[in-house]
Antibody, heavy 118, light 107 residues
Framework: QVQLQESGPGLVKPSETLSLTCAVS?????????WGWIRQPPGKGLEWIGS???????YYNPSLKSRVTISVDTSKNQFSLKLSSVTAADTAVYYC???????????WGQGTLVTVSS | DIQLTQSPSFLSASVGDRVTITCRAS??????LAWYQQKPGKAPKLLIY???TLQSGVPSRFSGSGSGTEFTLTISSLQPEDFATYYC?????????FGPGTKVDIK
């Protein structure tokens, strides 16, 4: 059974960089699939942040592209998100997920709330 | 960018009701549409992909249809555990978009 688990600081100061990691178990990232990050501000809808392939190829939401970096560490079977210059608008639950068939998300982490506040 | 709209935004229904949610795309997306169910405090759960394929383990009362720009999610007989928010999602040129969601509440 594929499982994903997000981890990282729950509180980030404005203008700093948000950093999260998604640990994958039950499947080897190096075997394939794209892996993605999605966020959800409190009480709002879902927003895709970006995706990465095991080879390192990335695709980002154009609205966040200038601030986002997604990387993969196949030796640790995990992938990571960095979002720079955060503001209160970046406060959200951040999810990681697996992209199946190149077009839908079949396994999700439980999500982690990141609050941007001084 | 392809935009998705959903209607209604909110619906109130009773147990046993047949419920239909519509998702419209701003341009044709063939059948590359998925539906998710999200309950408060939980991650979204994949229900349907490729417009009409039921994800393994999802009850058969859920069904999807459509292609091109108009898609529907139908719950044939609403159960107590189905009260949740439903999102559609598409992928085009490796860029994902989600619909704004439809909240299904108890009448």
């Amino acid at each position: 059974q594929v499982q994903l688990q997000e981890s990282g600081p729950g509180l980030v100061k404005p203008s700093e960089t948000l950093s999260l990691t998604c640990a994958v178990s039950g499947y080897s990232i190096s075997s394939g699939y794209y892996w993605g990050w999605i966020r959800q501000p409190p009480g709002k809808g879902l927003e895709w942040i970006g995706s990465i392939y095991h080879s390192g190829s990335t695709y980002y939401n154009p609205s966040l592209k200038s601030r986002v970096t997604i990387s993969v560490d196949t030796s640790k079977n995990q992938f990571s998100l960095k979002l720079s210059s955060v503001t209160a608008a970046d406060t959200a639950v951040y999810y990681c997920a697996r992209v199946e068939g190149a077009n839908h998300l079949d396994y999700w982490g439980q999500g982690t709330l990141v609050t941007v506040s001084s | 960018d392809i935009q998705l709209t959903q209607s209604p935004s909110f619906l109130s229904a009773s147990v046993g009701d047949r419920v239909t949610i519509t998702c419209r795309a701003s341009q044709g997306i063939s059948s590359y549409l998925a539906w998710y169910q999200q309950k408060p405090g939980k991650a979204p759960k994949l229900l349907i992909y490729a417009a009409s394929t039921l994800q393994s383990g999802v009850p058969s009362r859920f069904s999807g249809s459509g292609s091109g720009t108009e898609f529907t999610l139908t719950i044939s007989s609403l159960q107590p555990e189905d009260f949740a928010t439903y999102y559609c999602q598409q992928l085009n040129s490796y860029l994902f978009t989600f619909g704004p969601g439809t909240k299904v509440d108890i009448k």
